[in-house]
């Protein structure tokens, strides 16, 4: 089955398993709106249970990454209903969880402006590449507004102490910074992006798609928890199944023979 997508967002599956996805609302430098959202939110569910899907690139096509929300969406949005309100935001709220659980490891290449939203959806990706020109803004105190849905993965990223700064001041952020502080993981030129890109993909590739998505899984369990037997155990039961997987076998076999792994289906 295949979904149908404006052209605002586009959408491909290479023979490899790399899905990649296209913010394309050029005229609004591919700023969301209702529509961008939603197809967003259908997009990643779609290419999360895609059985070929291996790796997830998110990208914009055009000058910028992202410039936000749209503010006529969010100009429309002020004069409807708290409910109203409310049940938007949770969209917006919900397209950032998805991508954050997204099943297999996912990468974002920023260039050009990345403001506002945009912020939640990179510090939502694994991995986060940037164009040395790249622009990052926590913008939203400037229209009398708060980055509200995208805050916990947003904090999550810089910490509470970098927030307070960069959440107050709406100042710009330059990709060396975001580097700092920890927004982005990798700095590349335009020229080598796509290289760049290629390298992190080829990495991931490589590597036992099982152990991919029980690795985020671990991740995911292991923030913030406190290390007590509960997490211990968690852990211990996850390796315990992990080796006596036919992925962890045949990745444990190729390398004792010194071979390239074959990996297998999991059952």
Sequence with gaps: MDITLSSDLQYEIDQNGVATLSLNRLDKHNAFGDQLIHELILALDYLANHPDVRCLLLK???EHFSAGADLNWMKQMAEQSHEANVEDAQTLAKLMSILDQFPHPTIVYVHGWA?????GLICCSDIAI?????RFCLSEVKLGLVPATIAPYVIRSIGVRQARRYM???????AKTAQELHIVHHLTSKDD???CIDRFIAQILRNSPAALRHAKELIEHCDNKIIDRELVRYTSDMIANVRVSRQGQEGLAAFIEKRPPIWPDEE
């Design 60 to 62: 914009g096509n055009g």
């Design 115 to 119: 403001f506002g939203g945009a912020l």
């Design 130 to 134: 940037a164009d040395h020109h790249a």
């Design 168 to 174: 107050l001041t709406a100042e710009t952020i330059d």
């Design 193 to 195: 992006a796509q290289a």
